[in-house]
């Protein structure tokens, strides 16, 4: 399984890839630190991705416009959107953006397993 997670906080990016790694093993998990860099490693093979991990808040591309981007590439890909902001406001977005889970930060470690258990 490759997933690939998109943040801009250095420290839940690894903090996430641990996560990932403690319920699938197997997972490959490739870090990106902002959108235009996720979507453009996603962009390079996305038929090798299985999952992406998106954040909704980052810089340079919010997480919305890389998910409707990444749907748009490969709609297989499941997509967990992630945002620190617990509003209907961000499950709006996610839905129209394409996104299959939406993450409140700090979520349940049980909701990562089920994303990676499809």
Do not use: C, H
């Amino acid at each position: 399984m490759k997933i690939l997670v998109i943040d801009d906080n250095q420290d839940f990016r690894e903090f996430l890839s641990g996560l990932i790694g403690f319920y699938r093993a197997d997972a490959d998990v490739i870090l990106a630190e902002n959108g235009v860099k996720g979507l453009r490693i996603f962009s390079n093979n996305p038929a090798s991705f299985d999952v992406v991990f998106t954040d909704r808040r980052m810089p340079d591309m919010w997480g919305e416009e890389d998910v409707f981007k990444i749907k748009k590439i490969s709609s297989q890909t499941r997509d967990g959107f992630m945002s620190g902001e617990d509003s209907k406001e961000v499950l709006r977005v996610a839905k129209a953006a394409g996104a299959d889970e939406v993450l409140f930060k700090l979520f349940r470690n049980e909701e990562i397993k089920r994303i990676l258990s499809f």
